[in-house]
């Protein structure tokens, strides 16, 4: 986790998954999968927020309330939702905060 990022309550960042291979074996019983997580500088992840494992978030980056975050998400970008998606990332030619497609693609306004 970054310098000056700020993580609201009851946010779960979790680098595990319990895989479900083998029907015959209780979900809790099988193996663990551990993927990294990243989570930028100067970000802010808010209230009830889950981050999943192997997710990648970028530098400045805005998680809205209740999003479940399972993609990597570019620099200065909001995300929200669930699952999580990209609404709006700063644009360095306009130098506003522009409204995205889901993937993060400027909106052709």
Do not use: M
């Not at 700020?6 to 960042?13: D, Q, R």
């Not at 099988?30 to 889950?50: F, P, R, T």
């Not at 999003?67 to 995300?79: G, N």
């Amino acid at each position: 986790i970054g310098g000056n990022t700020a993580i609201a309550s009851n946010v779960t960042i979790t680098d595990i998954h319990h895989q479900y291979e083998n029907i015959k074996i209780p979900i809790e019983s099988q193996d663990i999968l551990v993927q990294q997580v990243k989570i930028g500088e100067n970000c802010k992840i808010y209230n009830n927020a889950v981050i999943l494992p192997g997710c990648k978030i970028g530098n400045h980056v805005t998680v809205g309330a209740n999003s479940v975050v399972a993609i990597e998400i570019p620099d200065y970008s909001v995300v929200v939702g669930s699952p999580a998606k990209i609404v709006k990332r700063y644009n360095f030619k306009t130098k506003l905060w522009d409204k995205t497609n889901p993937d993060g693609t400027f909106l052709n306004l």
